[in-house]
């Protein structure tokens, strides 16, 4: 494909994403603060352990711009996204009786050293808020904040239990990169991390030392599209510019298991959950997050340390607190002010006030559904929904159903009776030159390109990924199963997966699957509303062990389950539960040539025929956490 018209997001220009976080860090200042001023010190060069300086800026309440006499509790913010984006918040807080403390983190912007993703911030981390707690401005009460990779160098540094460290207020992050970052289920995160990396690379080091570098970088931002369907990258890579940043991206290539590399503190923090101190954590997390499942597994694994630990999840992308994600709105009700959330916490905790937030519910989440197949004047579906608590995750009072697949395209809650002789599977062809384009899902990186969050599914106009614009559902390659039109209202809260039996023509292939509330009819849209809910995928190599690799042997049938992570959602009288399974989802995730090659350096691809079961014996099913009392008819 030698041209690509990119796919522009209906609010209007493209957007890097280093600009969508500066700008989301920007908005993120409390409100209603107190009559302070502040005093600012600007780039204080803190140095690390080895003695690399990290660039620093300090802020403490002030009165006709003298600094106040402290001490005063303390939030240290460490980011890669420039510190000089955390002004307003910054002051913010100041204003409010906090010294406020922001870091670049090392080799970015005004820090010294080289950028290496995430490894670093847990050492780095400590010695920041260790560094924070002795001086005069700061009375030994150290919160932190941040969100996306502001919320890795929280969690890195928790692992190394700073003794000044009181709580964190973390916002969309991960627990273990391997499966909700850098990938899922053995694939790779294509579109995220290709997007990411030359983002952070256009704003490093080596393009602000060489205009020649910054713009080559800048052209292969741009080129993006063709990027894509160039990889996996041979001799010639849109990151040479770049040495630093493309040597952590062909390691994340590299390690294709779940190694040692990717046990490291910084990128892994399921397993160091008992090193953490016994620390109030309030955790929050989108249903269309890229690191929804961290922020589940993170609160799950700490809540028992201390159980004033919260979670917030809510019907939102990468971007969190408003009223609507992708191209649905959930109504005002959906919609909650991060900043004043924070000051409640920090107050609560670094202060000793008392702000109620300790009597609320020790979990909130947002069940989407309830509205109407209408069209609001941003022309999105209104979904509506409500926020639900609970006292755990997953909540109580619900109970796996299973849906189970027939050959008929049916999605029914009763197997198949049949013999399964008389119950021939279902098979497609999977053609890696011709995938299936993603349309929604936990996507943040790469948004300018591919519609994020829940969309129709249906291609968009001149969209890259497609070669035309009939629903997915219309694709050979795209096996779609459906309930029949639910008499009644279907509450899901909690996680949700798909068990297939599965066989192929090749040695490595993928599974993917995608949970879809079908939407009826409407003068808005006459053929439906099919938006996503979450969907998933399985490199058949991996199905059996993230740390070992096992080809298939052509014919085999083999059990595959296929990781969804988890939602909340109510299924309308009316509609009807689908599930999409096909092979490929890009570019969120790199195709499978299903050669059987080494990941990420194969030399061809060729395509097969893979194929579902749904006997008796074999009984493939989409098992879902349905509302007690709230289960389906048979």
Same mark, same amino acid.
């Given at each position: 494909m030698s041209s690509f018209t990119p796919y522009t997001m209906p609010t209007g220009a493209i957007i890097s994403p280093m600009t969508i976080?500066?700008?989301?860090? @920007?908005?993120?200042?409390?409100v209603s603060a107190e009559e302070h001023g502040v005093a600012v010190t600007k780039n204080f060069m803190m140095p690390a352990r080895d003695g690399v300086r990290l660039a620093t800026d300090i802020y403490v309440p002030a009165k006709d711009e003298d600094a106040l006499p402290g001490p005063y509790p303390t939030i240290v913010v460490r980011t890669p996204y420039n510190k000089d984006g955390l002004?307003?918040?910054a002051r913010g807080y100041a204003q409010r009786g906090y010294a406020v403390a922001t870091q670049d983190i090392r080799g970015r912007y005004q820090s010294e050293g080289e950028f290496y993703i995430y490894i670093n911030e847990g050492q780095d981390g400590y010695d920041a808020v260790e560094w924070a707690a002795k001086q005069p401005w700061c009375n030994g009460k150290i919160g932190t904040w941040g969100r996306s990779y502001s919320a890795a160098t929280q969690n890195a540094l928790a692992v190394e239990r700073p003794p000044h460290l009181k709580t964190m207020f973390i916002l969309v992050g991960t627990s273990n990169y391997v499966e909700d970052g850098a990938g899922r289920g053995g694939a790779f995160a294509l579109l995220h991390n290709m997007a990411y990396c030359l983002g952070l690379a256009r704003a490093g080091k080596e393009a602000n030392q060489d205009p020649v570098v910054a713009k080559a970088l800048g052209n292969a931002f741009d080129q993006l599209p063709q990027w894509l369907w160039a990889h996996p990258w041979k001799r010639q890579s849109p990151l040479r510019w770049a040495p630093s940043y493309q040597r952590w991206y062909r390691d994340w290539r590299e390690h294709a298991t779940y190694d040692d590399y990717w046990r490291q503190n910084g990128y892994n923090f399921e397993e160091y959950?008992?090193?953490?101190?016994e620390i109030p954590i309030y955790y929050v997390g989108g249903w269309f997050d890229l690191f929804k499942r961290g922020t589940l597994k993170n609160f799950a694994g #700490?809540?028992?340390?201390?159980?004033?630990? &919260? #979670?917030l999840v809510g019907p939102w992308t990468h971007g969190v607190g408003g009223t609507f994600a992708g191209n649905v709105d959930f109504g005002d009700d959906a919609k909650i002010s991060m900043s004043d959330l924070a000051v409640r916490w920090f107050d609560q905790h670094l202060k000793g006030i008392d702000t109620g937030i300790l009597t609320e519910p020790r979990v909130k989440y947002f069940v989407m559904g309830g509205g109407s197949v209408t069209r609001n004047e941003p022309s999105r579906l209104q979904s509506g929904g409500q926020w639900k608590s609970s006292d755990e995750w997953p909540p109580s009072g619900h109970a796996e159903f299973r849906f189970y697949l027939h050959g008929d395209g049916s999605l029914r809650n009763e197997m198949a009776v049949a013999p399964a002789k008389s119950a021939p599977p279902t098979r497609f062809q999977f053609d890696p030159k011709n995938p299936v384009p993603t349309i929604g899902g936990n996507i943040d990186s790469g948004g300018h390109l591919v519609p994020a969050g829940p969309q129709n599914q249906v291609p968009p106009e001149n969209y890259f990924a497609s070669h035309g614009t009939l629903p997915l559902s219309a694709r050979h390659d795209v096996l779609t199963f459906e309930t029949r039109t639910l008499d009644q209202d279907i509450e899901i809260a909690g996680p949700v997966s798909v068990h297939l039996w599965v066989s192929s023509e090749a040695t490595d292939t993928d599974f993917t699957a995608k949970l879809i509330d079908v939407y009826p009819s409407s003068s808005d849209y006459p053929g439906g509303y099919a938006m996503n809910l979450?969907?998933?995928? #399985? &490199?058949? &190599?991996?199905?059996? @062990?993230?740390?070992?690799?096992? #080809?298939?042997?052509p014919g085999t049938v083999y059990e595959a389950t296929i990781d969804l992570w988890a939602t909340a959602n109510r299924f309308q009288q009316g509609h009807r539960i689908r599930l999409d399974i096909s092979s490929s989802n890009f570019p969120m995730y790199d195709v499978n040539p299903n050669t059987g090659e080494p990941v990420g350096r194969h030399t061809h691809t060729v395509s097969t025929i893979n194929t579902v079961y749904h006997d008796s014996q074999r009984p493939s099913y989409l098992a879902l956490p349905v509302r007690d009392g709230n289960g389906p008819a048979p």
């Amino acid at each position: 494909m030698s041209s690509f018209t990119p796919y522009t997001m209906p609010t209007g220009a493209i957007i890097s994403p280093m600009t969508i976080v500066a700008a989301v860090l @920007s908005f993120c200042f409390p409100v209603s603060a107190e009559e302070h001023g502040v005093a600012v010190t600007k780039n204080f060069m803190m140095p690390a352990r080895d003695g690399v300086r990290l660039a620093t800026d300090i802020y403490v309440p002030a009165k006709d711009e003298d600094a106040l006499p402290g001490p005063y509790p303390t939030i240290v913010v460490r980011t890669p996204y420039n510190k000089d984006g955390l002004d307003e918040f910054a002051r913010g807080y100041a204003q409010r009786g906090y010294a406020v403390a922001t870091q670049d983190i090392r080799g970015r912007y005004q820090s010294e050293g080289e950028f290496y993703i995430y490894i670093n911030e847990g050492q780095d981390g400590y010695d920041a808020v260790e560094w924070a707690a002795k001086q005069p401005w700061c009375n030994g009460k150290i919160g932190t904040w941040g969100r996306s990779y502001s919320a890795a160098t929280q969690n890195a540094l928790a692992v190394e239990r700073p003794p000044h460290l009181k709580t964190m207020f973390i916002l969309v992050g991960t627990s273990n990169y391997v499966e909700d970052g850098a990938g899922r289920g053995g694939a790779f995160a294509l579109l995220h991390n290709m997007a990411y990396c030359l983002g952070l690379a256009r704003a490093g080091k080596e393009a602000n030392q060489d205009p020649v570098v910054a713009k080559a970088l800048g052209n292969a931002f741009d080129q993006l599209p063709q990027w894509l369907w160039a990889h996996p990258w041979k001799r010639q890579s849109p990151l040479r510019w770049a040495p630093s940043y493309q040597r952590w991206y062909r390691d994340w290539r590299e390690h294709a298991t779940y190694d040692d590399y990717w046990r490291q503190n910084g990128y892994n923090f399921e397993e160091y959950h008992d090193q953490y101190p016994e620390i109030p954590i309030y955790y929050v997390g989108g249903w269309f997050d890229l690191f929804k499942r961290g922020t589940l597994k993170n609160f799950a694994g #700490l809540t028992q340390k201390n159980p004033q630990t &919260r #979670l917030l999840v809510g019907p939102w992308t990468h971007g969190v607190g408003g009223t609507f994600a992708g191209n649905v709105d959930f109504g005002d009700d959906a919609k909650i002010s991060m900043s004043d959330l924070a000051v409640r916490w920090f107050d609560q905790h670094l202060k000793g006030i008392d702000t109620g937030i300790l009597t609320e519910p020790r979990v909130k989440y947002f069940v989407m559904g309830g509205g109407s197949v209408t069209r609001n004047e941003p022309s999105r579906l209104q979904s509506g929904g409500q926020w639900k608590s609970s006292d755990e995750w997953p909540p109580s009072g619900h109970a796996e159903f299973r849906f189970y697949l027939h050959g008929d395209g049916s999605l029914r809650n009763e197997m198949a009776v049949a013999p399964a002789k008389s119950a021939p599977p279902t098979r497609f062809q999977f053609d890696p030159k011709n995938p299936v384009p993603t349309i929604g899902g936990n996507i943040d990186s790469g948004g300018h390109l591919v519609p994020a969050g829940p969309q129709n599914q249906v291609p968009p106009e001149n969209y890259f990924a497609s070669h035309g614009t009939l629903p997915l559902s219309a694709r050979h390659d795209v096996l779609t199963f459906e309930t029949r039109t639910l008499d009644q209202d279907i509450e899901i809260a909690g996680p949700v997966s798909v068990h297939l039996w599965v066989s192929s023509e090749a040695t490595d292939t993928d599974f993917t699957a995608k949970l879809i509330d079908v939407y009826p009819s409407s003068s808005d849209y006459p053929g439906g509303y099919a938006m996503n809910l979450e969907d998933g995928i #399985l &490199r058949m &190599r991996f199905r059996d @062990s993230r740390e070992q690799q096992q #080809l298939m042997e052509p014919g085999t049938v083999y059990e595959a389950t296929i990781d969804l992570w988890a939602t909340a959602n109510r299924f309308q009288q009316g509609h009807r539960i689908r599930l999409d399974i096909s092979s490929s989802n890009f570019p969120m995730y790199d195709v499978n040539p299903n050669t059987g090659e080494p990941v990420g350096r194969h030399t061809h691809t060729v395509s097969t025929i893979n194929t579902v079961y749904h006997d008796s014996q074999r009984p493939s099913y989409l098992a879902l956490p349905v509302r007690d009392g709230n289960g389906p008819a048979p």
